[in-house]
């Protein structure tokens, strides 16, 4: 019987991003807002988003996608919690 390995977070988040912009690693700050990453587009996103969710076996849902700014908001949210400018009353029931 095998065991899971538990996925790094932020190491996916980075990979995701470096692999589909086609940038460079250390190019990725926690606090980098997504929008102003090099060559980030809405489809782009949603084609992060979707493999993030797939690796971490989870689905975000529109109002959690809404609240991600930066790398870091999307680290936290794909651990299960709020974006950082979100309250738990935001974040739904």
């Not at 940038?23 to 809405?42: H, K």
């Not at 992060?48 to 700014?69: C, M, N, Q, R, T």
């Amino acid at each position: 019987m095998g065991t899971t390995v538990p996925v790094d977070v932020e190491a996916s988040v980075r990979d995701a991003l470096v692999a589909e912009l086609d940038i460079e690693a250390d190019s990725v700050a926690g606090d980098a807002e997504l929008s102003l990453l090099p060559g980030m587009e809405s489809v782009k996103l949603l084609r992060i988003v979707s493999a993030l969710e797939e690796v971490h076996g989870v689905a975000l849902d529109d109002d959690a996608l809404f609240s991600i700014d930066t790398v870091d908001d999307l680290v936290r949210v794909l651990r299960g919690g709020t974006a950082a400018g979100e309250t738990a009353a935001e974040s739904g029931p």
